[in-house]
């Protein structure tokens, strides 16, 4: 016993086939640009001078250590500072008023 199997000729699956406008035909044929290749700037050398003088590290060093010890107090209220991001500010704060090489507070 042989089976056969039909299959529909070329025209007949040509119809079946899902159908594309031309728009989208032609947008899928068209191609990304090419980049054109943009030639690097020479990086820019930095000045090898120093944002904060080594006396202010120690300015902040010194109200770390006080932080630790739990000597530390805040400016107003007197409460005992406990982060080390505040320890730093104000270490960084005295080494301004006594004059010493720091960047200029953001936030002032």
């Known amino acids: 016993m042989t089976t056969t199997t039909k299959v529909a000729p070329e025209s007949a699956r040509k119809a079946t086939a899902k159908k594309t406008s031309p728009a989208i035909r032609k947008a899928a044929a068209k191609k990304a640009p090419a980049r054109k290749a943009v030639a690097k700037k020479p990086a820019v050398k930095k000045s090898a001078t120093r944002k904060y003088a080594p006396a202010a590290g120690k300015s902040v060093e010194r109200e770390m250590k006080a932080m630790k010890q739990g000597q530390l107090k805040s400016g107003r209220s007197g409460k005992t ?20 090489k720091v960047p200029p507070n953001p936030n002032e």
């Open 81 to 100: 500072v406990t982060n080390p991001k505040q320890a730093i500010a104000i270490g960084l704060s005295e080494a301004r008023r006594a004059g010493k």
